[in-house]
């Protein structure tokens, strides 16, 4: 049964909750026969760790690398901002796995502008 994320709203108040249903119609149907939330989005959950037991050592990693990127050919570009690199990735390894995973705007990275890491 697929796990849902669903953020919800009632006035200035916000909240969020994973939910397993049947699908999309089940999550909405069951929330506006019982809450007075709002619903105003729902996500599949696709992916969920089953606690990683990566080591929490605040010298192995920055803590923050932030990455200008383009497709140049459609003429879009983003900023990424990518939390706890590892220091034994190299600037290399970083770019390299940027474009060949991520997507600028459902179109590939053709360019890296810029690359900082903090």
Do not use: C, W
């Amino acid at each position: 049964m697929p796990l849902y994320h669903v953020a919800l709203k009632q006035g200035s108040r916000r909240d969020t909750k994973p939910i397993r249903a049947k699908s999309v119609n089940d999550v909405l149907a069951f929330f506006k026969k019982i809450s007075t939330y709002q619903v105003i989005k729902i996500s599949e959950i696709l992916y969920e760790a089953n606690d990683d037991k990566r080591e929490d050592n605040p010298l192995k990693y920055d803590s923050m690398a932030r990455v200008f990127v383009s497709n140049k050919i459609s003429n879009l570009s983003t900023q990424l901002y990518i939390p706890h690199v590892s220091v034994d990735v190299t600037e290399k390894e970083l770019i390299e796995a940027i474009q060949i995973h991520l997507l600028v705007k459902d179109k590939p990275i053709t360019s890296i502008t810029s690359l900082a890491r903090y």
